[in-house]
């Protein structure tokens, strides 16, 4: 369906795609995702706003989400189920398009465990498959899972987030099979380092046929330090991060130098890897650099459908 989505867009006119990260703040100063609206403008074709990520309370990706529209970029909220039963992903659904949100990333949501609120009790009345099927079902047909037709079906594009390095890896594809027939427009992988790993599950996607039904975004981290990367290595689960680039960053003079180049690296071989769509930057508490990997990339301009 046409939804006016600027991300559809670029995918339907057959463009390389580029979506970035920005984190809502700890607070309920609007400034920061302003500041970050403004320097990022341009960069890329939409933003992700991030969901209490780590279940950390933040800013809601909504209310993030109509500041940022406000400075002329397109957003795409993330709504997990962490924290919201059928009856509130479905609200916050019809909320996020009344107010123009175009775009939504279907999550499951980290557990309360790793974030600033460990007593609270999680929701998990769905899962990011469920969530996906019953949003593809209210923009298609208006019917909610109770059996109620709306008056007026959402317009909506629907993401979702898979990990190709996550166990037991035979069972990733399948998983974004599952994904993909639930409603999953678009999406937007797990950080990748090991491009040989990633190519070996690309294999599995395409023989699939899954990258003809989806536009499929790699997910890329650049890292400032070799400390960042040893720690996605040891403790985020469902990252690899192979030795050489751990130590490509120790030895670098500028580490955080090294850490653009090799982004732009990765850019490069996943622009010429068959299946893939785009690239989602997550420069996590680094914002602004977002515009100089996309410019030292060939990425920019950005496509524009005015």
Request: charged share 25%; hydrophobic share 40%.
């Amino acid at each position: 369906m046409k939804t006016g989505s600027n991300l559809e867009k670029v995918f339907e006119a057959g463009k390389f795609a580029v979506t970035a990260e920005i984190g809502p703040p700890q607070s309920a100063n609007p400034e920061p995702l302003i500041h970050h609206a403004k320097m990022l403008n341009g960069s890329a074709d939409a933003f992700n706003l991030t969901d209490n990520q780590t279940a950390v309370v933040r800013l809601s990706s909504i209310a993030s989400a109509a500041i940022i529209m406000k400075e002329g970029i397109e957003p795409v909220i993330q709504m997990t189920c962490r924290d919201r039963n059928r009856i509130a992903l479905q609200s916050d659904l019809l909320g996020a398009c009344a107010i123009g949100v175009k775009n939504v990333l279907c999550l499951t949501g980290d557990h309360q465990i790793f974030g600033n609120e460990k007593a609270a009790k999680s929701v998990f009345d769905f899962d990011s498959v469920s969530e996906l099927y019953t949003f593809n079902k209210l923009r298609n047909e208006g019917l909610q899972p109770g059996g109620n037709v709306l008056e007026e079906k959402p317009e909506v594009y629907l993401g979702c987030a898979e990990n190709p390095f996550a166990t037991p890896y035979e069972f990733r594809a399948t998983r974004l099979a599952k994904k993909v027939n639930a409603g999953a427009d678009f999406v937007q992988t797990q950080a990748i380092f090991d491009m040989d790993m990633f190519e070996l599950w690309m294999d599995e996607v395409r023989s699939r046929g899954l990258d003809k039904k989806t536009h499929i975004l790699a997910g890329l981290i650049p890292m400032k330090t070799a400390g960042a990367a040893r720690y996605m290595k040891n403790k985020v689960p469902g990252m690899i991060v192979p030795k050489r680039i751990i130590d490509r960053m120790k030895n670098a003079s500028d580490a955080a130098e090294e850490g653009i180049k090799l982004c732009v690296e990765q850019i490069d071989t996943l622009k010429s890897m068959k299946g893939v769509h785009g690239v989602h930057i997550m420069a996590v508490k680094w914002e602004e650099i977002v515009p100089r990997i996309a410019e030292m990339a060939g990425l920019l301009p950005r496509p524009s459908f005015d």
